[in-house]
């Protein structure tokens, strides 16, 4: 029986963000396989085109490096050089039925963890060995119950399909899109996803979540032309100053009657000395709203802006889209069955069906779209656990007790939909 606390501390030890998890996902794909799944992963589970915010190829190769450094089985992480870092885990009941899929994100942020004596896992040894990166947000616990629910699963004793997707790069809603692009949702009959945490306390569950909004992460690149600040500053072509510009502008969009937004630029950069015309800047925005209507609005009236402060200052632009969302809608059937379940699990004591969610934005909002356009249904899970400090924090940490009650649940709804 797997050791689920020692699982989920090697991974909170060894924190890889979007699309370097290498190390994470060729565990994961040691684990599946050796537990008699069908294991699709590397590109075979991802779309590359669709891929977003895809980090430099120099960023890939150092976290390639680092990930065999420490242990990832070669001839598994050779599959995913470049970024291809989704696993699929596949298991065929006995009998033919419903396919049902849950799915667990794998990465890590950002974020230089605590070294605080008081940071559980710096009290217990298992504070992140990659200073500056973190699990600060659960994911090291989604994989850890994904590993707990595929040993569960592995007899195949039920009547139907369990897909298992370990899913990269959900931090900026980058990794998704590209598993359901690849198709690998369109046989799916139900989709449960979850989170941990989320202001949700220990022995609580939401069985369905909204209030996800939809969001676009757009880069733009301004390119001007550069020049002597003092000698010549009328040859140069100002790219920072478009970019601010556009910055302002952005800020001072309208707000809608119809649905709540949000617009941030989170990244200015650009220029070289205080002597030099900037010939390069960079600006990352991103936009969200209740619908996605809305936030198509947004987005083009953000284009716009960008257009037209690039052409105010004589520059050249590009735009690239870095992530994505949409809302999401949870099928009410879906939310109550996991109730039921959650009822038969020792140490759930509150059960909520639908509960605003004030997480931001959720990529696995693409495959519940995905499932239910195709005539399935889905849901998305908050389950609870203390935290003590809130998400993205340096001492954001989860009570491990919920990992063995999390697989528990997923396992009894899986049974439940495969009898």
Request: charged share 25%.
């Amino acid at each position: 029986m797997m050791d689920l606390v020692s699982i989920r501390r090697d991974f909170h030890m060894h924190p890889e963000v979007g699309f370097t998890e290498f190390r994470t996902a060729a565990k994961v794909v040691e684990l599946l396989t050796s537990l008699g799944y069908d294991v699709i992963y590397g590109q075979d589970a991802m779309d590359g085109p669709s891929r977003r915010g895809l980090p430099s190829q120099q960023v890939l190769d150092q976290a390639y490096e680092r990930a065999l450094r420490d242990g990832a089985n070669p001839a598994i992480a050779a599959k995913m050089r470049g970024g291809y870092t989704a696993v699929i885990g596949v298991k065929k009941g006995k009998a033919d039925g419903p396919t049902v899929a849950f799915r667990f994100d794998m990465d890590a942020l950002p974020v230089l963890e605590s070294k605080e004596e008081d940071h559980f896992p710096k009290a217990n040894g298992f504070r992140s060995r990659y200073e500056g990166n973190m699990h600060a947000c659960a994911h090291d616990g989604h994989t850890t119950i994904g590993l707990g629910l595929a040993e569960k699963l592995a007899d195949g004793d039920f009547s139907g399909t369990v897909k298992l997707i370990f899913q990269p790069a959900e931090e900026g809603v980058r990794g998704a899109y590209s598993i359901v692009q690849k198709g690998l949702l369109d046989d799916v009959d139900y989709i449960f996803c979850h989170h941990l945490g989320v202001n949700v306390p220990l022995g609580e569950i939401h069985g369905g979540s909204h209030g996800f909004l939809a969001t676009t992460k757009m880069l733009a690149h301004f390119h001007g032309v550069s020049s002597h600040a003092g000698a010549s500053p009328e040859v140069g072509k100002n790219a920072l100053l478009g970019a601010a510009t556009a910055l302002l502008n952005i800020h001072a969009i309208t707000r809608f009657s119809s649905a709540d937004t949000r617009i941030n630029v989170g990244v200015l950069e650009g220029g070289t000395a205080a002597n030099i015309i900037p010939a390069y800047a960079k600006m990352i925005v991103e936009t969200r709203s209740e619908t996605e209507e809305v936030n198509a609005e947004l987005e083009k009236r953000v284009r716009n802006i960008i257009a037209s402060s690039a052409a105010m200052h004589d520059l050249n632009y590009e735009i690239e889209v870095i992530g994505g969302a949409i809302p999401i809608d949870y099928d009410d059937e879906m939310a109550e069955l996991a109730l039921e379940e959650a009822k038969k699990v020792e140490g759930f004591h509150s059960f909520k069906k639908g509960e605003h969610n004030s997480m931001g934005s959720e990529d696995a909002s693409f495959m519940i779209k995905r499932v239910q356009d195709r005539g399935g249904k889905g849901t998305y899970m908050s389950i609870g656990t203390d935290i003590p400090a809130p998400h993205h924090h340096p001492k954001f940490d989860i009570q491990e007790e919920i990992l063995p009650r999390s697989v528990e649940l997923l396992n009894r709804i899986a049974r439940r939909i495969l009898a």
